[in-house]
């Protein structure tokens, strides 16, 4: 499975960069917005520190706006994917983008026949939203699961990539349920590796290790 850091922030990327870990980035304009700065500016410098796929939204809501943005966006580095909204504008674009070989990402997907239109059209990626789902009462895990089976029924190309984790559960679960990709806020990310009985694990081992080295000494 691979792990994308859904953020734009360059500290929390190069952190968890260094564990050898991150295999791509996602962003939207939310995220970006939070990071106060220039979008162009901000996603140059994420393309610079990672190497596999970095996410970047457009934001026009007509077809020929989306490509035409796209195009720009897709000259910014080679490892840019573009981010398409799940509508009938974002599908004709997707399939153009496919078209032109700009890779893409669909996102904001809520049900199996939004994933299996957006996968048709040749999303490079598609992104069922876990969390938002799971706010509704609706189960985001089951999407992630149905959509898997539905693209391997097909043999359709698309990876999904499992969005808007919340907590560690997501996480697992969306591993469990056959996500090729999770993206994860970088809030996140340290809970994945942090365990209260690896702590304590730690803790009782150097304390036994002193109480050795004092009775030694004596
Ligand atoms: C990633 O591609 C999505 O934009 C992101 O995971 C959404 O997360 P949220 O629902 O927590 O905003």
Known sequence: MKLFL???????IKRINELGLIDGITTNPTIISREGRDFETVIKEICSIVEGPVSAEVISLEAEGM???AEKLAKWAPNIVVKT????????ATHILKQKGIKT??????SVAQGLLAAKAGATYISPFVGRLDDTGIDGIQLIAELRQVLD??????????ASIRNITHFQE?????????????????????????????K???????????????
């Open 174 to 202: 969306a591993a469990l349920a056959g996500a090729h990709i999770a993206t994860i806020p970088g809030t996140v990310f340290p809970k994945l590796w942090s365990h209260p009985l690896t702590d304590n694990g730690i």
């Open 204 to 218: 009782s081992f150097l304390s036994d290790w002193e109480a050795l080295q004092n009775k030694l000494n004596v």
């Open 85 to 92: 909204p799940m509508t009938e504008e974002g599908l004709k």
């Open 6 to 12: 859904d953020t734009a922030n360059l500290e929390e």
């Open 153 to 162: 029924t097909y043999g359709l190309e698309s990876e999904i990539i499992a």
């Open 105 to 110: 990402n669909v996102t904001l997907i809520f």
């Open 67 to 69: 490509v035409e943005e």
